[in-house]
């Protein structure tokens, strides 16, 4: 009896200190506390349940809607089709792009689009097809998500790679069970994917292993950066990983190593297991390249008279389907950047931004106006006169997160505003244990944010004034609202939680 309460002991302690590992010691989060503003003290009405739907069934997620000229509407959707809508109520599939990550659209005065990608970068689209016009900014780091590619050798390298790596493999390890219930999870100290790196690592990671004179088994998590299988003597990548942890699309990845076989498993996105062994024999091809996205992406963009453009990076640290992260975590991740076509150079107007969305220029083009969505703020920074390049507030303590922004033809803005925080779950943005647990567990993530229980916009004059509000306060109708953009006396909405975009006349009843 004794021994089995002891055993029972020795499991949930076990258990309480691989949680604890998982919580605070492998979180994705190195947070600070975040001041949320006092509660809004402006009249709430239900005007955006009054919204006529645009192509409902037919758009997923629209998450930014723009009209040219000749009246033609535009967005792009999660499945990387962008759809547009003539002015006799027509949509058209217009042109695809092959990514889940079109975010920010632009009209371009020389006809066409101008697309952020969060994963291929800045893009032009027209009639004529796609054209990336920036991933990297002149320092070289880049404006879309990090990817590195690897390589997996089969075929003809297969029975060479499995020779080289048995000695490796046998040195490394005491057994050759292979046990989930009682792996041990060793953290990667890799912070880069240079080979000189690697060198360090590895027998830094034997060293450890050596160690464990009772493991029968040894996983190594890639939770948060890279880590790799590799054998230097024949300058030989076994296999890489760079792991994005998405937490609407939670991804997770282990190498599995024993004395007999090496195993890769991957969980995708879409929630499949790709499961790889070396004794697998693929005939069709030799080398099979995988790219895994993880950190940076550009997030909105406007288009200037001179053709010059400006564009936010929301996050230089987390990715798009990891954007709550940042809010989380509450460091200045964000910059504002600036594309010169005449001289292909993306350069850096402001770093350390508290993640920046939404951008619009001035009706006079001498200043513009970027939102900071967990600062609950917008900034106006000088692009001419005796302040420019200066930077000062334009509204703050706004009664929501802001998304995007876009100018009204009165000289106003449109701003969308997002529940950044659920209704008496303010506490978790107050505590540093409280995040690295959310941040643990997508489900709580879901539950902390407040995005998709509400919907609201505002409209704010050149002085920073609020003049208008449009809500729906129980997300009725629509919610996650993150476009407001006004044409001929009607505002279209945009939502990432919606299969349609709103039209809402303005008109003196809804004022």
């Excluded at 948060?224 to 054998?231: F, G, I, Q």
């Excluded at 594309?339 to 107007?349: A, C, G, H, K, V």
Aim: glycine residues 8%; charged residues 20%; hydrophobic residues 40%.
């Amino acid at each position: 009896m004794i021994s089995c309460v002891s055993a029972c002991s020795g499991f949930l302690l076990a258990c309480l200190l691989a949680f604890t590992l998982q919580i605070f010691y492998f979180s994705p989060l190195s947070p600070d506390l975040l001041e949320l503003p006092p509660a809004s003290a402006l009249p709430t009405n239900k005007h955006l349940q009054e919204v006529t739907k645009l192509g409902e069934g037919f758009l997923d997620g629209p998450e930014d809607v723009v009209v040219d000229t000749d009246g033609i509407l535009y967005t792009a959707v999660r499945d990387g089709w962008i759809k547009r809508m003539h002015k006799n109520g027509s949509w058209e599939n217009w042109k695809k792009i092959d990514s889940d990550g079109l975010l920010g659209i632009a009209t371009s005065k020389e006809g066409g689009l101008i697309v952020c990608d969060a994963e291929k970068g800045l893009l032009k689209v027209s009639d004529d097809g796609v054209v990336v016009l920036a991933t990297h900014i002149n320092d070289g780091s880049k404006i879309r998500e990090k990817e590195l590619v690897f390589y997996y050798c089969f075929n003809a390298t297969i029975s060479l790679l499995k020779s080289e790596i048995s000695q490796i493999i046998s040195n490394m390890l005491v057994g050759s069970a292979i046990s989930l219930l009682s792996a041990i999870f060793i953290k990667s100290i890799v912070m880069g994917h240079h080979f000189s790196k690697l060198g360090r690592w590895v027998p830094s990671m034997i060293t450890i292993i050596y160690s464990m004179k009772t493991v029968q088994s040894i996983v190594i998590s890639l939770t948060t950066n890279m880590a790799w299988c590799l054998h230097r003597r024949g300058k030989t990548l076994l296999c890489g990983i760079l792991l994005e942890r998405t937490l609407m699309r939670r991804s997770t990845a282990y190498i599995l190593l024993s004395y007999k076989v090496l195993r890769f498993w991957m969980r995708v996105p879409f929630g499949k297991i790709v499961l790889i062994r070396w004794k697998v024999v693929i005939t069709r091809l030799l080398w099979t390249i995988f790219k895994v996205a993880s950190g940076r992406f550009a997030d909105e963009v406007i288009e200037s008279s001179d053709g010059s453009l400006y564009l936010s990076v929301a996050s230089t640290k987390f990715g798009f389907h990891d954007w709550y992260l940042d809010v989380l975590e509450a460091k200045p991740h964000g910059q504002l950047l600036k594309y010169d076509p005449s001289l292909n150079e993306t350069s850096i107007l402001l770093d350390g931004l508290c993640f920046p969305n939404g951008v619009a220029l001035s009706r006079e083009e001498d200043y513009l106006v970027f939102c900071e969505t967990w600062k609950y703020r917008c900034q106006k920074y000088w692009l001419k006169g005796t302040e420019k390049g200066k930077t000062e507030i334009f509204i703050d303590n706004l009664p929501g997160g802001p998304d995007n922004i876009y100018l009204a033809p009165d000289g106003s803005f449109w701003i969308a505003l997002l529940q950044v925080v659920s209704n008496g779950l303010e506490f978790v943005h107050r505590s540093k244990p409280s995040k690295h647990l959310v941040a643990s567990f997508p489900k709580l993530v879901n539950l902390v944010s407040g995005v998709k229980r509400t919907a609201m916009v505002v409209n704010v004059a050149a002085d920073g004034k609020i003049t208008r509000k449009f809500g729906d306060p129980d997300g009725k109708v629509m919610s996650f609202v993150t476009t407001a953009f006004e044409f001929e006396d009607h505002l279209y909405l945009g939502s990432l939680n919606t299969n349609f975009i709103g039209k809402l006349p303005l008109n003196p009843t809804n004022s």
